[in-house]
């Protein structure tokens, strides 16, 4: 139960949405309720989702990694929705639980990160904590480890799950 | 939401009820979501004010020169006074 009711799969589809209920299925909700609830708002389900689809399943960023990052940020947001998701193509591609809670926990001594994987992973967890340490030195520091390209597309990833999962704890009872 | 998030309860929707739609409440959830994630990630990379105080278009090195090492938004005078004016303030 959400706090506003998500539309009927049926209307959702009626609006055009269904390649999109599809796709939120790869994180493991195959009911896709943050689609039927964005879904209120005509436009928002498609432009928002794909925004997200975008910055988590596709691009040059290992998949896996984004997935630890997003779950990361959902737990920082306190949604225990998006928390609780899992995309399977990252589990098929291997990750496990233990992965992504090392993710969590102390990863910049994690020898089972890289050193490329702990400044992406350090990144998000510092962005809404103390983001004034996310300077031209940070910057400077994932440059030696990743492309600006690759910066730009974690970024962004870190930027629209968060912001979302923020929207979406407040619809939590 | 970005503050207070366990504030926003079932109490509090019931009270947007009275004002919007759920079709707009939707619509200014995700839009503050959006922005309370973009914002800060912007933040972080360090970009200054597009427009003078005055108002006018400039580069990112003349904004530097403008605004020196705490770039603020040129509507800063105007957002403060919105500030100034809490959410529960302007509820009451």
């Known amino acids: 139960m959400t706090l506003i009711d998500p539309v009927d799969r049926s209307q959702a589809e009626e609006q055009g949405l269904r390649s999109r209920l599809d796709s939120f299925t790869g994180l493991g909700d195959e009911s896709a309720t943050f689609i039927r609830i964005l879904a209120r708002a005509p436009g928002y389900a498609e432009a928002l989702w794909d925004a997200m689809a975008e910055a988590l399943f596709e691009g040059n960023v290992d998949h896996a990694l984004k997935e630890i990052i997003r779950i990361q940020l959902a737990n920082k947001a306190e949604d225990p929705y998006f928390s609780s998701l899992r995309s399977k193509k990252a589990l098929e591609s291997g990750l496990t639980e233990e992965r992504i809670a090392a993710g969590q926990g102390d990863f910049l001594n994690d020898t089972q990160f890289t050193d490329a994987e702990k400044w992406a992973l350090d990144y998000a967890y510092r962005m809404y904590r103390t983001p004034e340490t996310v300077d031209a030195a940070f910057y400077d520091e994932g440059k030696q480890l990743w492309s600006e390209a690759q910066i730009m597309e974690i970024g962004g990833l870190v930027a629209i799950h968060y912001g979302l999962q923020t929207f979406m704890r407040t619809l939590q009872p | ?92």
């Open chain 2, 1 to 92: 939401m970005q503050f207070e998030p366990e504030s926003i309860d079932a109490a509090f929707y019931d009270r947007l009820r009275a004002h919007y739609t759920e079709e707009e409440i939707v619509e200014l959830g995700a839009f503050i979501g959006f922005n309370v994630g973009y914002h800060t990630f912007f933040r972080t990379l360090d970009f200054y004010p597009m427009f003078s105080p005055e108002g006018v278009l400039v580069s990112q090195e003349e904004s530097r020169r403008i605004y020196g090492d705490t770039p603020g938004s040129h509507l800063r005078d105007e957002v403060q006074d919105a500030l100034a004016e809490t959410p529960h303030e302007a509820a009451s």
